[in-house]
């Protein structure tokens, strides 16, 4: 369940019994998934998710990755998700979640349109393979999913973290104060989008750092209504549909003890059951049949007759459907201690809703419904008789409750432009149009290549030969381990880097690596980071192909063609020309600063990966092994590692115009703040 025995590094002792606890319970909590699949498939059902082996997509990579649990958050999120398609392209965004029934209302929305995947068990091991093989630029949290592994990881990658559509209760708030030592790193790390006032002031008050909190209002209230009603069935339309939606089995309880009263006094009123999960269908029709309640099943294909008092709808994704045609709407959850589920989609279509007690879920939400008289409580099944009569029968009393939910409603719209606009900033300056799709292809002896379209529409095995392109120029990178090779393809310059080992390793195996899966090999790495930091608009080359190829069964061989930067080039070649002037130094240093602001760590800055154009822009080269890396400690060594790469080639090379005080000028240009021209 992790690549480290005890992974004791770099994590507080808190979240060290944290990790233990959670692989001693990794086995029981797969074992249980496999067992409630006897009932409900869908939980066997890509079960390798669970442990981070998602299939690896990597025109992906750079994805937002947005992490809804289940149906109700799948529910909340689609404004969002709305919003953020008009700016992002649907390859470039990922939706998890952990119930299949929730990956089933995200296909019936979606379609094929958004990739879904399972999320992983909270394992270092799994979170690891899961983010190794999604690598997200962005994770976002719908509702409460704070998931200590996930963010410990996401902080060790730099991945930036939200929490939207943020509820929170106050029995959460006591079970996230009772570890508040494994919570602390966590509040400053997320940017929080509040469902309400009221969980905004509990998420300041565990520690959420005020400028990171955001009251942007409840998501489900932009959720959108149907364009158009589908018509009921003639045996429907001269009946009262009272719709119980999202039930449990409290819920079903309080109704089947007060139906058959009210069916009795009014026989022309149906009751519409809408069980929240589908595994309870047949449990529902049993119940029915020992109460004795007249039912048929959406599933027969029976139409009601006059005397049927239960229409059960046992299929997924029809609530709103029967809430727009329904006279009286429920809200389950509310009965039966679980919390309560959404009172805006019934209140969206126009419907007040009566509810249970148990609200805690979304305590202030219900509390206005009650308040704004788009709603009202019902404690047992006598309360419930009584509101439905009172309702039902007295039009004005359901007309003026009818305009206080659709008033409710119009006044909270908005909020998922108010998430967008928390949202921006965390991937600016990235943007659709600089986030392009990217093809992959196997070719013989198994090597897989990954290309950008926009430059190659095909790929084959003689654009990494070099001796297939004969005109090609070799240059010089590095001090002189790597050879690149300068070459022409459709009147555009590229650059073929073939990767070679350094050190001892070179004298054993020239330019061979230990085995390692495509997406984990250096030229692919190399090739995902730039185009990474090319959405970023950093200086940097344009990634073309990549290669990797398998040579026996221990090792592989690895190229990359990136864009060439005409009419430059680097420090150590112009240095040995003349002395740059204080402009330029300011530029090398405000091209290291941009990367480093960006988390960018790269392993090999040295003079020979610094270069400049004509124009006299500073361009940086060659990431192979390098990395999004957390913190600021590295930041300086970074630094220091091109300052004695700049010492250094001056003992190698003359005339070589370079003194101390350039790099002053360097420095002055890191520490200026960036801004675009």
């Known amino acids: 369940m992790g690549r480290r025995p005890l992974a004791l590094s770099a994590v507080s002792l808190p979240h060290r019994a944290y990790r233990l606890v959670s692989r001693a319970l990794s086995l029981p909590l797969l074992g249980w998934l496999w067992w409630r699949g006897r009932r409900e498939p869908g939980y066997r059902r890509d079960l390798r998710h669970r ?4 299939p690896v997509q990597p025109e992906q990579f750079g994805c937002i990755w947005i992490h809804a649990a289940s149906v109700g958050e799948v529910q909340a999120v689609q404004p969002l998700l709305h919003a953020l398609l008009q700016e992002w392209p649907a390859h470039a965004v990922v939706v998890s979640t952990q119930t299949p029934t929730g990956a089933r209302a995200l296909h019936a929305h979606w379609g094929d349109q958004l ?85 905004a002031e509990r998420l300041l008050a565990l520690g959420v750092p005020p400028e990171r909190l955001h009251d942007t209002g409840n998501l489900k209230f932009d959720v959108a209504v149907p364009a158009a009603r589908v018509t009921l069935p003639p045996e429907l339309q001269d009946r009262t549909l009272i719709v119980a939606g999202s039930t449990h089995e409290g819920d079903e309880t309080v109704w089947f003890d007060a139906w058959p009263e009210l069916s009795s006094a009014h026989p022309d009123w149906l009751l519409v059951l ?68 959404n009172p805006l989609e019934p209140m969206s279509v126009g419907q007040p809703v009566l509810f249970g007690p148990h609200t805690h879920n979304a305590a202030p939400l219900f509390d206005e419904i009650a308040r704004t008289g788009a709603g009202a409580c019902v404690r047992d099944a006598r309360e419930l008789a009584d509101a439905a009569v009172r309702w039902l029968t007295h039009p004005p009393v359901l007309a003026a409750r009818a305009s206080a939910a659709r008033q409710l409603i119009s006044r909270n719209q908005g909020s998922s432009e108010r998430c967008m606009a928390v949202l921006r ?38 654009a990494f ?49 230990w085995r390692a899966a495509p997406h984990d ?19 940097v080359p344009e990634p073309i192909a990549a290669s990797h190829w398998p040579r026996g069964p221990l090792f592989y061989q690895a190229d990359i063609i990136v864009g060439l930067i005409p009419d430059s080039a680097n420090l150590v070649q112009l240095l040995q020309q003349r002395p740059l002037a ?75 115009h370079w003194s101390e005080a350039d790099w002053a000028a360097l420095l002055a240009g890191y520490q200026a703040p960036y801004s675009a021209p």
Request: aromatic fraction near 8%; hydrophobic fraction near 40%; glycine fraction near 8%.
């Open 274 to 341: 809408v069980p929240r999960h589908p595994q309870r269908f047949d449990d529902v029709a049993r119940r029915l049949q020992d109460c004795g309640l007249r039912h048929v099943r959406r599933s027969s294909g029976e139409a009601p007759a006059a005397d049927t008092q239960v229409m059960l709808i046992d299929a997924m994704g029809e609530l709103v459907h029967w809430y727009q045609h329904a006279a009286l709407c429920f809200v389950g959850g509310t009965l039966s201690p679980i919390g309560g589920h």
């Open 521 to 539: 090999s250096r030229a692919m790495r190399e090739f995902s980071l730039l185009r990474l930091m090319r959405s970023w608009q950093l200086p």
């Open 115 to 199: 990739r879904h995947v399972f999320a992983p068990i909270d394992t270092p091991g799994a979170v690891a393979r899961f983010l190794d093989r999604l690598q997200p630029r962005l994770l976002i949290l719908v509702e409460r999913e704070l998931w200590p592994e996930w963010l410990q990881q996401c902080r060790a990658h730099a991945v930036p973290v939200a929490l939207i559509n943020a509820r929170l209760a106050e029995k959460s708030v006591r079970t996230y104060q009772r570890w508040a030592a494994l919570m602390r790193p966590v509040w400053p790390q997320v940017t929080v989008a509040a469902a309400d006032t009221v969980s």
């Open 51 to 54: 442990l981070g082996f998602i």
């Open 425 to 462: 900033p965390m991937w600016a300056p990235a943007h659709s149009g600089n986030v392009s799709r990217m093809n992959t292809a196997t070719l013989a002896g198994r090597r897989t290549c990954w290309f950008d379209p926009t430059h190659l529409t095909q790929v084959s095995a003689q």
């Open 582 to 656: 204080t402009p330029e130094w300011t530029m090398v240093g405000q091209a290291i600063r941009r990367l480093h602001e960006r988390q960018v760590f790269h392993a090999d800055l040295n003079a020979h990966n610094l270069l400049l154009d004509g124009a006299g822009r500073a361009w940086v080269v060659d990431f192979d092994k390098c990395k999004v890396r957390t913190g600021d400690d590295w930041k300086p060594l970074n630094l220091q590692r091109l300052l004695r790469s700049l010492r250094k080639e001056a003992t190698r090379v003359t005339p070589y």
């Open 465 to 513: 030969d070099p001796s297939a392109h004969t005109s090609g120029t070799a240059l010089a990178t590095g001090s002189g381990r790597g050879q690149a090779l300068l070459i022409t393809e459709g009147g555009r310059g590229q650059v073929l880097r073939h990767y070679r080992r350094g050190g001892l390793m070179a004298r054993v195996s020239e330019d061979r690596f």
